[in-house]
C-alpha cells in the first residue's frame, strides 16, 4: 500500500523540461507529498514537498491538483545528471507521534543527449 | 557537515553471524530511523526512534533489534543473519513531525547473507 502510483520509466531530452507525474488518490487532508530522487542506489536525496500550494525551489517545481489526487514534479532544464529513479511520497502518521514517509516503486527517469 | 554517516558501506555475513550498522547524525535530529531497500520495491520501515531512549518497531522489525542511547547515534542489530535479509539499508534522520522536515538518509549499507 504504497499509496501513490507512478509510471516506472520515462525519457526526457536534455535541456528540455522533465515532468513527472504522480497520483495519490488516498492522501488526507494533512498529508504532504515529498518528492525524493535516489542516484546509482546511494541514498535518497530530497528535492521538494508541499501540501496544498505550488512549490518551486532551486532544484524543482511542484504542482499539486487542486484536488490533491495528483502532482507533477517539473525539473525545468535536465541534465544527464538529472537520470536518477524519482519517489512520489505521502508522509502519513505512524503509530505515536511519527510520521512515515511511504516510499513506492518510483519513476526511473532517463535523460538523453 | 556530516549529514547521515552509515558504516560501513558494504558487509558479507554467513547465515547465522549476528552484526551491528552503524549510524549517526551531526545534525541534532529527534527523529531516526532504519529502512531497508529490496530489487523492484520501495523502502520499508524497520524500526524508528523519537527520541534518545524511545523506539518503536516499524513496518519489518523481525530479526532487528535498536538502540537510542544518544541523539546522534542509531545502530540497527541483526540478530541472527538470514539470506532473506540481504538488502541494501538506509538509516534517515529528521526533526519531529511538526517541523514537516525532510528526511535525511545516509548513503546505505549493502548487506549480503550467504
Known amino acids: 500500500d504504497a499509496k501513490t502510483t507512478q509510471p516506472p520509466s520515462m525519457d526526457c531530452a536534455e535541456g528540455r523540461a522533465a515532468n513527472l507525474p504522480c497520483n495519490h488518490s488516498?492522501?488526507?487532508?494533512?498529508?504532504?507529498v515529498y518528492w525524493y530522487r535516489q542516484i546509482h542506489s546511494q541514498g535518497p536525496q530530497y528535492i521538494i514537498h508541499?501540501?496544498?500550494n505550488n512549490e518551486t525551489n532551486e532544484m524543482a517545481s511542484l504542482i499539486i491538483t487542486e484536488d490533491r489526487k495528483s502532482s507533477t514534479l517539473i525539473l525545468p532544464h535536465a541534465t544527464l545528471r538529472d537520470t536518477a529513479v524519482y519517489y512520489c511520497i505521502v508522509r502519513v502518521e505512524f503509530g505515536d507521534n511519527f510520521n512515515k514517509f511511504y516510499f513506492g516503486s518510483g519513476t526511473k527517469l532517463n535523460v538523453k543527449p | 557537515n556530516a549529514g547521515v554517516t552509515q558504516t560501513p558501506k558494504f558487509q558479507v555475513l554467513k547465515t547465522g553471524q549476528s552484526m551491528t550498522l552503524q549510524c549517526a547524525q551531526d545534525?541534532?535530529?529527534?527523529?531516526m530511523s532504519w529502512y531497508r531497500q529490496d530489487p523492484g520495491m520501495g523502502l520499508r520501515l524497520i524500526h524508528y526512534s523519537v527520541g534518545a531512549g524511545i523506539t518503536d518497531q516499524g513496518e519489518v522489525p523481525n530479526g532487528y533489534n535498536v538502540s537510542r542511547s544518544t541523539t546522534e547515534d542509531f545502530p540497527l542489530r541483526l540478530l541472527s543473519a538470514a539470506p532473506s535479509q540481504t538488502s541494501v539499508y538506509f538509516c534517515a534522520s529528521s526533526r519531529p513531525q511538526g517541523y514537516n522536515s525532510p528526511l535525511h538518509f545516509g548513503n546505505g549499507t549493502r548487506l549480503t547473507v550467504t
Open positions: 488516498t492522501i488526507s487532508g494533512n498529508e504532504y
Open positions: 545534525m541534532n535530529h529527534e527523529y
Open positions: 508541499g501540501l496544498k
